[in-house]
């Protein structure tokens, strides 16, 4: 937290979340902040409730405690209060999936006009004006598509856009969810495990996407990863959980010096006769020069 | 020489097929076992009157040899030329695929045959009152069809009672028309009205069902419309139904052989001879609009927001949910629209029989309807029609073999489901399209 640059400023505050699924608490007192534009990881070993987070911010889950503040249009909104879907509509959270759920059955351009669904139902007057073909409707539906391509032609998938998105091959079906979640228009964009099963050259242009959207779109990323090299080389900030709890909060550099992270990566032994070094050579951690 | 090479070829041939063989062969003796059980009450014991009220059993055991050894040698039959049978059967598959791909790349012109064809039938040298009333009944299910496809084809929830909204579209406007002198056109908005709120009313508890739950919960519904309408008998006239439905009139022309004074009937107007064939051919007209006005509505829905989220609802839910597409809407549009265009289907049915009971609406009409749906394959509208002609037709030329029938047909529903096991022609089109190839760019 200390080397924090000037003039960051939150646009999702967690503040004392706590989670429990009866007598097993999930999170508790889980505090981090969430800065406009930039690239956040929560990472952790797996069960530290990196998820429960996700499922907390996105409404599939009433958290038992704390307060979730985005702020939205100069507002602030608690979503702790709010449905799922208003999550979805009014505060612009969006997310992805661990195992990918796309519309298998649909075409890929289908599935990014289908995540555009309330702003085409409000342009077919809920389908009187579809219905009719009036041209307020073919003019919004036209728009949908050229949104939808913008982001097929960013993600790589065009020559692929008539196919039924359960077609595509796995890397592609996961960029193909980033692309739809990203059709709703959010400000904050969960992805969960966004890396998981691409291969290395995969990840790396992952990696390239994910930074083009941020500074193209001016989108704040939330995610979370298992590959290091995605959460080293793209991160600006780093929330570390384990076992439901915060024990560190800083830049990637920070993170990968705390004794906290090497302790709950390897156990509480280890860490005393390990160097940082060879802790993070065990774990795939490239070491990128600080 | 000549014998040793023929042994050299024949010898390792029966060693690789004996244990195939053997395997053949138990098989065969199983399914003759199963035979002889099933057989044996069903077959080898017949029970008969030995006068006074009295019950004696006669007993058929060499009947049930005949059936075991039967099934033994028919087992065996299948069994045998296995890969010859293997091949032929991929062959016969792809016969089918190939028919159904052709099918596709032609869907206009034969669409547009199809409806040529359906309009031009009742004047067709061969016609006939019997033919114009079979593809009256035809195209109600056509229609049925497409109001499910919806439902079950679209977004994906397994309606198994959908004749309570037929029922509902029916019952309304004889309801009307009894008590209120409603005629067909007048009533023909209410009833799908009337239909669509039930399908809405249907929709609010189910909300949360998917599947099999959600199935039951729906057959249990037609089931409970079945029984109020018989057992409400000041309203519904219970068993004995309700009669004396008004037809149908062409603009306000009745037709009947004489009208009462003031009327002008259909014949007298265009100066006609007067014939009952006439009616009968405007009902067919009727239905053939409705269901063709009914494709169009649900081939424009399907392109339309409501359309996509129902086909995203079918596929992944909670994918929905988080992209703000609120699933109550969609489910309740769903059983709405889909209930509609039963009703309209049911109103239409109750003009043309002219008396409707409960017995009309039972729950083998709900699986007949979702059979043509399932049977023409998911969601698509022309299969919908290819398994409504072959599933009201096949009985009808059935007839011929009196009891066998229903056994024909269902060989034919099996042989469907072997040959074609998603649907006669499974086919999904795109709602839309990037237009650009990757071949042009």
Redesign the interface.
Same mark, same amino acid.
């Given at each position: 937290m200390t080397s924090l640059p000037e003039g960051r400023q939150p646009l999702l505050a967690v503040e004392h979340l706590t989670m429990r699924f009866g007598g097993l608490v999930a999170i508790s007192d889980l505090s981090f902040l969430v800065y406009r534009r930039e690239i956040t990881a929560l990472i952790g070993p797996n069960g530290a409730g990196k998820t429960t987070v996700f499922n907390c911010l996105?409404?599939f889950y009433r958290p038992s405690a704390g307060r979730l503040a985005m702020h939205v249009n100069g507002q602030i909104l608690l979503l702790e209060r709010i449905d799922?879907?208003s999550i979805?509509?009014q505060a612009g959270v969006?997310?992805t999936?661990q195992n990918i759920?796309?519309?298998?059955?649909?075409?890929v351009?289908?599935n990014l006009?289908?995540?555009q669904?309330?702003v085409?139902?409000r342009a077919?007057l809920?389908?009187m004006a579809?219905?009719l073909g009036l041209p307020r409707y073919r003019s919004a539906?036209r728009a949908a598509?050229e949104r939808a391509?913008h982001w097929?032609d960013e993600f790589g998938l065009?020559?692929?856009?008539?196919w039924?998105a359960g077609a595509l091959p796995y890397g592609a079906q996961r960029r193909l969810e980033i692309a739809?979640?990203l059709c709703?228009g959010p400000a904050l964009l969960c992805l969960d495990e966004p890396a998981a099963g691409l291969n290395p050259r995969e990840s790396a242009e992952l990696n390239e996407l994910l930074l083009a959207i941020r500074a193209k779109e001016g989108i704040t990323i939330l995610l979370i990863e298992h590959d290091m090299s995605v959460v080293m080389g793209i991160s600006d900030h780093i929330i570390v959980l384990d076992y439901g709890r915060k024990i560190a909060d800083g830049t990637p550099a920070e993170v990968r010096a705390d004794p906290n992270v090497i302790r709950a990566y390897l156990g509480e032994d280890e860490a005393g006769t390990l160097s940082e070094e060879e802790v993070f050579t065990d774990l795939g951690i490239p070491r990128a020069p600080c | 020489m000549t014998a040793a090479s023929g042994l050299a070829v024949e010898g390792p041939a029966p060693e690789r097929s004996a244990p195939e063989w053997v395997a053949y062969l138990k098989d065969a003796v199983l399914a003759a076992l199963v035979a002889v059980l099933l057989g044996l009450p069903l077959i080898g014991l017949q029970t008969y009157d030995i006068g006074g009220g009295a019950l004696g059993i006669r007993t058929h055991f060499d009947w049930v040899a005949i059936t075991a050894a039967a099934v033994f040698a028919g087992r065996l039959a299948l069994r045998l030329p296995q890969r010859l049978r293997h091949r032929r059967e991929r062959s016969r598959e792809t016969a089918f695929a190939r028919l159904a791909a052709w099918a596709r790349r032609r869907m206009l012109p034969i669409t547009l045959a199809g409806i040529a064809f359906a309009v031009a039938l009742p004047f067709l040298p061969f016609s006939s009152r019997y033919l114009i009333d079979l593809g009256t009944t035809v195209l109600i299910y056509v229609m049925l069809g497409w109001g499910l496809n919806v439902v079950v084809g679209l977004a994906g929830l397994l309606d198994l009672g959908y004749v309570a909204f037929y029922a509902v579209g029916a019952y309304t406007f004889a309801l009307l028309a009894r008590d209120l002198g409603f005629t067909f056109w007048e009533a023909l908005p209410f009833s799908g009205l009337v239909a669509a709120s039930f399908g809405v009313i249907l929709g609010f508890p189910v909300l949360r069902l998917r599947g099999d739950y959600l199935a039951i919960v729906t057959l249990g519904f037609g089931e409970i419309m079945r029984i109020v309408l018989l057992n409400w008998s000041p309203v519904t006239g219970g068993p004995n139904g309700i009669s004396d439905i008004p037809r149908p009139s062409f603009l306000g022309l009745p037709f009947a052989r004489s009208a009462p004074e003031g009327v002008t009937t259909f014949h007298q107007f265009f100066g006609l001879e007067f014939s009952p064939d006439q009616r009968v051919i405007f009902i067919y007209f009727v239905i053939l609009t409705l269901a063709l006005l009914t494709n169009l509505?649900t081939l =424009?829905?399907r392109r339309?927001?409501?359309g996509?989220?129902w086909?995203?609802l079918?596929?992944?839910e909670?994918?929905?949910?988080?992209?703000?597409?609120?699933p109550t809407n969609v489910k309740l549009s769903a059983f709405g629209i889909g209930a509609m265009l039963g009703g309209l289907a049911g109103c239409f049915f109750a003009t043309r029989q002219g008396f409707i009971s409960p017995e009309s609406f039972a729950f083998t009409e709900s699986a007949t309807i979702l059979a043509i749906v399932v049977l023409g394959g998911m969601g698509s509208q022309m299969g919908v029609v290819l398994a409504a002609i072959l599933l009201v037709t096949l009985p009808e030329f059935g007839r011929a073999f009196a009891e066998f029938r229903m056994l024909i047909f269902g060989a034919a529903m099996v042989a469907i489901m072997v040959w074609r096991p998603r649907g006669l022609l499974e086919h999904?089109e795109?709602?839309?399209?990037?237009g650009? =190839?990757?071949s042009s760019?």
């Open positions: 996105t409404g799922g879907l979805a509509r969006a997310r999936f759920r796309l519309f298998a059955g649909m075409t351009l289908e006009v289908v995540a669904h309330n085409l139902m077919s809920f389908s579809g219905l539906e598509i391509r097929l065009t020559e692929r856009a008539d039924a739809r979640a709703t | 509505f =424009r829905l339309l927001p409501i996509r989220a086909e995203a079918r596929e992944d909670v994918a929905c949910r988080t992209l703000g597409i609120n999904r795109p709602s839309l399209r990037l650009a =190839r990757p760019t």
